[in-house]
């Protein structure tokens, strides 16, 4: 840490390992409802603190007996901040960069199963929402939906003593540029993509007939078109499913991406029968989405739910077809921003000229709700 600020891998650092800290944003309201950090308070200062007016921590009680690290979108009204309250003799960082940098702050969770020879560990972009995963058997690895830049997955499997055979993706992403070509090139693993003409370098295709013998297990492919047209979910051990967009833990995707009316209507439709597909599985079946529309805490609980689970909680998946499209089209979230430039990127296969930290800025907007 530097005398004023902190940055967003020393923030990971201290709450991965539960050292004391107290974290206050101090964005407006609107920002904070957006996106934020599972672990912070919030305060709405930014007009006053810009203003000059530091007065609206006065009737705050703000702890003395653990560093106060003071968050805004980008890390100048932090930094207002924390010279206020170093003023009322606070020990007091500012984060480097925001919340935009916080959006590669990652932590993990190790996966429940019956399998005691597989290990499943969800890693999680924790404002951002963007979950993948690592499954492992007998020391090989593969992984889901690479969002996180290559070091992170290649370090894990580095600490497990695993060697990543297989990197996959369940689609084309639309709200984080996904770093599976990299992990692949850097690992010499085999990429895995499903099948489309919008990839633009060498992968090879996932089909219904995917089968990936992973030391004493099999993954297998299910493809789920709806969310888009290319997306798949896979099946591991005949009781767990990678959802990827498809089904969340509370929603299911949104059909609507880059699609033109006739196209939303095809695709709603497609969602309808993929959601249908996948509740015939056994109600006790897992689900592992490929994302959460919550900011993740470092609490080490997996982000799952059951096929039983979510058609309780969502009792209009057993709408017919008709009247389901029509809930999904009354109940399409904000476009979110950036995802042309992202699916652009993704489809190349490319991205070093640019600041990943910029285009991927903000919550993720996959979900129904």
């Known amino acids: 840490m530097k005398d004023d600020s902190i940055t967003a891998n020393e923030l990971q650092h201290f709450l991965d390992n539960n050292r004391p800290v107290y974290i206050l944003d101090v964005r407006p309201k609107e920002q904070r409802e957006e996106w934020h950090i599972a672990e912070s308070d919030h305060v709405d200062a930014y007009s006053a603190l810009n203003n000059g007016d530091a007065s609206v921590f006065d009737s705050m009680d703000l702890p003395d007996d653990r560093p106060i690290v003071t968050v805004c979108a980008a890390g100048r009204t932090s930094q207002l901040a924390a010279d206020a309250l170093r003023q009322k003799d606070h020990e007091v960082y500012s984060l480097e960069g925001g919340m935009k940098a916080w959006s590669t ?216 077809e008709s009247e389901f499209i029509d809930r999904i089209l009354d109940h399409i979230p904000p476009t979110p921003p950036n995802y042309l430039t992202i699916s652009e990127l993704n489809q190349q296969g490319k991205f070093a000229t640019i600041d990943p930290v910029e285009v991927e800025a903000g919550a993720n907007h996959c979900a129904i709700r």
């Open 105 to 320: 702050a990652w932590n993990t969770a190790l996966i429940p199963t019956n399998n005691d020879h597989v290990t499943i560990l969800q890693i999680r972009r924790t404002g951002k929402g963007c979950l993948s995963y690592m499954i492992a058997s007998q020391g090989e690895a593969l992984v889901i939906d690479a969002s996180l830049d290559e070091r992170v997955y290649f370090g894990l499997a580095y600490m497990h003593q695993w060697q990543i055979r297989y990197v996959l993706d369940t689609h084309l992403h639309a709200d984080h540029l996904s770093r599976s070509r990299q992990l692949a090139q850097r690992t010499g693993a085999r990429l895995l993509l499903p099948a489309s003409d919008k990839f633009q370098f060498s992968y090879e295709p996932i089909t219904e007939q995917t089968r990936l013998p992973l030391g004493t297990t099999t993954l297998r492919a299910i493809p789920t078109p709806g969310h888009t047209l290319e997306s798949v979910c896979y099946l591991l051990n005949e009781d767990t499913l990678f959802t990827g967009d498809t089904l969340f833990v509370d929603s299911v995707g949104r059909p609507d991406l880059k699609a033109a009316p006739a196209e939303l209507m095809q695709k709603a439709s497609l969602l309808y029968q993929s959601v249908h597909r996948l509740l015939a599985f056994p109600a006790a079946t897992q689900i592992l989405p490929g994302h959460s529309s919550q900011p993740i805490p470092f609490d080490g609980q997996p982000i799952l739910t059951t096929l039983g689970q979510l058609a309780h909680r969502l009792s209009w998946l057993a709408l017919p």
